[in-house]
């Protein structure tokens, strides 16, 4: 191979380290029967978001942006017996898509997913829900400084918030930009930068989804 890209990287290391998986190349496709987005989690990525998970010994994880369930079936699957996922979609028909694909896959006794606007089922679920071990933030980029506030609210002391596409290109450091996700990633730094309850850390990636990011905290205590 003459010049190998991030893809080549993605491709090699998946199948070395993850083998093929029918079940999840099922979900993918479905989704692009029904016409979603093809802005899933890599594969890579959907495998440490899984680790991640098993690492934490999460028994309750939250998800916010379900899609067609590809990161919830990579996370749920991290579940002991009785564990839980709760998935929150805005779109019915994105969640009907993902209740098929996380049925096939098995995983129906253990993901919740909850549909509506997910700053309403987050105020819903500050009363009576059982703390979460892990969450991870996927949905609309401008919310994102709500979503890990609301997070840190439902979260165990000593719980993981991962939030996807902190890097989108680069265009984080575009203090100028006038790009609605750019701003609410930046307000989200913001945040973070002075939010004394998380410790966190962000890392760029590269791969089959181009060049972007993860952020990573901890809630103290
Ligand atoms: N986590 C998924 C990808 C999520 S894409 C995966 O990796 O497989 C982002 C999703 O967030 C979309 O399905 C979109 O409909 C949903 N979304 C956007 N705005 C939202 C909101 N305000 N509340 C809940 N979900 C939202
Ligand atoms: C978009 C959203 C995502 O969550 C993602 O991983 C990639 C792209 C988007 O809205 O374009
Ligand atoms: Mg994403």
Known sequence: MTNPGWEDVDAYIAEKLLGPDAVLDAA???????????IDVSAVQGKLLHLLARISGARRILEIGTLGGYS??????ALPEGGLLVSLEIDPHHADVARANIARAGLADRVDV?????????AAMAAGEAPFDMIFIDADKENGAAYVTAGIGLSRPGGLIIV?????DGGVVDAASSDSRVIG?????????????LDSTAIQTVGAKGWDGLLVAVVKG
């Not at 919830?72 to 699957?77: D, F, N, P």
């Not at 909850?114 to 987050?122: F, I, K, M, T, Y």
């Not at 990633?185 to 309850?197: I, N, P």
């Open 28 to 38: 993918l496709a479905d989704n692009a029967a029904a016409g979603l987005p093809a």
């Open 72 to 77: 919830s079936i990579w996370l749920a699957r």
């Open 114 to 122: 909850r549909v509506g606007p997910a700053l309403e089922s987050l």
């Open 164 to 168: 996807d596409n902190v890097v989108r």
């Open 185 to 197: 990633t930046r307000a989200l730094f913001d945040m973070l930068s002075v939010e004394e309850r």
